[in-house]
C-alpha cells in the first residue's frame, strides 16, 4: 500500500515561513520524481514545485519561484517544500505527489500517487 502522508501546514500571517514536510512510503523512494500541487476552494489543483530522483534538478510554477524551495531527503524517504514570503494568495490545500518515471514535470495526471493534503492559511 503505497501512502505519503504530509504535514507542517497550519495558519500564519503573510510574509511568514512553513515548512511542509511528505512522507512517502513508495519503494524504492528515490526511484521517483516528487512534486508539489495546491488547490484552493473553488480552483482547479495547480502545479507548485517538482524535484528529480536525486534532487538535482527542480521545477517551480512561476507564483511561487524565488519563494518556494522543494528538496527531499532519500534516506529519509521524504520531500520537502519550504515557504518563504508567504502571500494570502497561498492559501490552499498543499498534496504531494509520485511520478513512478522519475520526470520533473507540471502536470498533475502525470503522477501517480498522491496524499490527503495539508491546509496552509496565510491570513493578510
Known amino acids: 500500500q503505497v501512502q505519503l502522508v504530509e504535514s507542517g501546514g497550519g495558519l500564519v500571517q503573510a510574509g511568514g515561513s512553513l515548512r511542509l514536510s511528505c512522507a512517502a512510503s513508495?519503494?524504492?523512494?528515490?526511484?521517483?520524481?516528487m512534486g508539489w500541487f495546491r488547490q484552493a476552494p473553488g480552483k482547479e489543483r495547480e502545479f507548485v514545485a517538482a524535484v528529480s530522483r536525486s534532487g538535482g534538478s527542480t521545477l517551480y510554477a512561476d507564483s511561487v519561484k524565488g519563494r518556494f524551495t522543494i528538496s527531499r531527503d532519500n534516506a529519509k524517504n521524504t520531500v520537502y517544500l519550504q515557504m518563504n514570503s508567504l502571500k494570502p494568495e497561498d492559501t490552499a490545500a498543499y498534496y504531494c505527489a509520485a511520478d513512478h518515471l522519475g520526470l520533473v514535470r507540471p502536470y498533475a495526471r502525470e503522477y501517480d500517487y498522491w496524499g490527503q493534503g495539508t491546509q496552509v492559511t496565510v491570513s493578510s
Open positions: 513508495v519503494r524504492p523512494f528515490s526511484n521517483y520524481a
